[in-house]
């Protein structure tokens, strides 16, 4: 065993011993959480437009808030791509309040 892996080991074996004791309910002092996460959407070219047309900005300047280029905004709002992880959940927020942008300072119009 190298020098390291044993530490490694240990501290896994430590966290099951804890799961363990815990589903065991002898760590009364452990806090629990749920956690929910919404699903990332789908975002169609229709869609994509109308989040930028209500935001009142062109695609140039819609491009550079989400940090893809022109022709990326122009493939998505003609439905020859689409969205994709991290673009279509800023899109979700976007979506859901518009005014992010400027609260965040990220666009000062």
Wanted: net charge positive; with cysteine; hydrophobic share 40%.
């Amino acid at each position: 065993m190298k020098k390291g892996e044993n530490t490694y080991f240990n501290s896994i074996m430590t966290g099951l011993n804890e799961a363990l004791e815990f589903s065991k309910g002898n760590l009364p002092n452990i806090t629990r959480r749920k956690v929910t996460i919404l699903s990332i959407p789908k975002y169609n070219a229709v869609k994509i437009k109308k989040i930028r047309k209500s935001m009142k900005l062109t695609q140039s300047i819609f491009a550079e808030v989400l940090g893809v280029s022109v022709k990326t905004v122009e493939a998505w709002e003609s439905g020859r791509n689409k969205p994709q992880g991290p673009a279509s959940r800023v899109l979700q927020l976007l979506e859901m309040d518009h005014s992010i942008l400027e609260d965040h300072k990220i666009l000062c119009i």
